[in-house]
């Protein structure tokens, strides 16, 4: 708790986005107990309802993504210069989405 305050303190505009294992996120129930695993300042954005954490190591699972897309887009074909175009729409897109810098709280199982 006092490295999220300590954040917080120094970062007063940023946002804090608490994220939640679904190993905790138990519909049964209305409230969980949870920990703080670690708290961070990350890059985060939303795309297509889903989000995406730099660290996590979603920034290259959205480009993945975002190729998926495009290969889909192309009718799954395999010819080479059609792989070229794929890469290239994937990675314009992939540049032009805007990463917010926040707090990140990872939350667990207590």
Avoid: H
């Avoid at 969980?32 to 695993?37: E, S």
């Amino acid at each position: 708790m006092k490295e999220l305050i300590k954040l917080i303190n120094k970062n007063p505009d940023l946002e804090v986005v608490p994220l939640v294992y679904t190993e905790i996120a138990d519909y049964e129930f209305s409230f969980v107990m949870g920990k703080i695993l670690k708290c961070e300042i990350d890059y985060m954005c939303e795309y297509d309802e889903r989000l995406f954490v730099w660290s996590d190591e979603n920034g290259l699972d959205l480009l993945g993504y975002l190729w998926d897309e495009e290969e889909r887009k192309s009718f799954l074909s395999d010819k080479e210069e059609i792989k070229g175009q794929i890469e290239i729409r994937a990675r314009i897109r992939y540049e032009a989405i805007e990463w917010k810098k926040v707090i990140v709280v990872w939350i667990g199982a207590e």
